[in-house]
């Protein structure tokens, strides 16, 4: 048994890397040819940013499959040798949390070169090395209370139920949903901070646009997430009358007004669509299958890992093999949400009136053009990892020509380095 999870591990190792290797063959040849949607600088520029990207994720994917393959072997028995407590919970907890820090930490050296050397090289990262220590710091600390609780949450659930795998499901389904409604909040409270948006006129257009949906929130705050990244986002957090609509402050500054209504529009098509209760049920899915699949493990894999059938044993399988049913969701996922994005695109266009359509198209080209997203892929790799259809595909069916859009941007030459 301990051979086909192993097996099933490099199957889905392989595809991974074949993915990107035929998306970063794409994209180098795709780069040097005529420019589309970018001028020629950005267009050479975000396809070797998409290529830097693509390469980390080979060399991190090979150094998962060897840390993957040294906790199979010896890593989960090594954690169960050295860590003792004779309250069972405790140790459940410790050995669960033992095997989450050493893999954050080897995880470090990857987040940092991302964050400080390729993000920096393209013009992304405005985080300095302290800011970026106290966000990891942070983030570590919350990671081991936050998920210490879940742990034992875990722990009682198999202890005390037969049928702990599908209880194990209910309680994760409903921390995750727990976690969507309070995240705005911990955002703002440990991370960016929140104001409300002060320029009373775009308020205004904003509020009369989420009531032609029926949206509800708390209110309209902006970010200062130009303190650690350049990129432009927005986004709507938290369930009920606790919902908030957060714009980047990067957003506020590129986009016009039409156009950032325009987003919103897009956003809330989402909301009108119940596309948030969607994925959620998607994510719900995928879980069920997990804990369903690992609720039933034979005990010969245990003893092929000179193991006992533990608790913790459990969650650390359960979580080591979490990228492999994530992955072969994604196919699914991406079909549902490239769908769930042409209707919020098609309802965004409504809502802006005559112009709608022009006003997204033109929001979508900035967004490509800050955000140094390449606008082409290769097919098999926007089946595996796309959750948005390519930006070309939503001009399109927007029915908007590339030429109608505010053009200013492709004017220039190209000056980068190839």
């Known amino acids: 048994m301990l051979t086909t999870i192993i097996a099933i591990y490099t199957l889905y190792v392989l595809i991974t890397i074949y993915t990107s290797v035929m998306q970063i063959g794409y994209i180098n040849q795709a780069k040097r040819k005529e420019a589309i949607l970018l001028n020629p600088a950005d267009f050479l520029k975000a396809g070797n940013y998409a290529v830097r990207k693509e390469k980390m994720t080979l060399v991190s994917t090979f150094f998962d ?57 393209f013009g992304f990262n405005k985080s300095s090395l302290g800011l970026w220590i106290k966000d990891t710091l942070i983030s570590f600390v919350m990671t081991l209370v936050f998920g210490s609780l879940v742990v034992w949450g875990i722990f009682l659930i198999i202890s005390n139920f037969a049928l702990w795998w599908m209880w194990s499901f209910v309680f994760i389904f409903a921390v995750i949903i727990l976690i969507n409604m309070l995240y705005p909040a911990f955002r703002a409270t440990f991370f960016d901070k929140l104001t409300p948006l002060k320029d009373e006129e775009l308020d205004e257009k904003i509020k009369e646009l989420m009531d032609k949906t029926g949206f509800v929130s708390s209110g309209v705050f902006v970010s200062d997430a130009s303190k650690r990244d350049a990129r432009l986002n927005a986004y709507f957090g938290g369930f009920g009358k606790a919902k908030r609509v957060v714009l980047f402050d990067t957003l506020i500054e590129k986009l016009t007004t039409k156009e950032l209504l325009a987003v919103l529009g897009h956003e809330l098509g989402h909301f009108a669509h119940g596309d948030i209760y969607k994925n959620i049920g998607l994510v719900g899915a995928m879980l069920f299958v ?129």
């Open 65 to 121: 499959y060897l840390v993957f393959i040294v906790w199979m072997g010896v890593g989960v028995r090594a954690l169960q040798e050295n860590i003792m407590f004779d309250n069972e919970a405790v140790l459940n907890i410790a050995i669960v949390m033992g095997f989450v820090v050493i893999n954050s930490l080897l995880s470090l050296p990857f987040a940092y070169y991302e964050k400080f050397v390729i993000d920096k090289e």
């Open 290 to 418: 997990m804990f369903g699949l690992f609720g039933n493990l034979p005990e010969t894999l245990y003893m092929e890992m000179g193991l006992s059938p533990e608790p913790y044993v459990l969650m650390i399988l359960l979580m080591l093999f979490m990228p492999v049913l994530g992955f072969v969701m994604m196919p699914i996922m991406g079909i549902v949400s490239r769908h769930n994005e042409y209707a919020a695109d098609k309802m965004g266009s409504e809502l802006g009136g005559s112009a709608g359509a022009i006003e997204l198209a033109n929001a979508l080209k900035k967004l490509v053009t800050e955000n140094k997203s390449f606008p082409l892929s290769h097919p098999i790799y926007i089946f595996f990892h796309y959750t948005h259809p390519p930006v070309l595909e939503r001009l399109k069916e927007l029915g908007v020509d590339i030429n109608e859009t505010d053009s200013s941007s492709l004017e220039g030459k190209c000056e980068a380095n190839i």
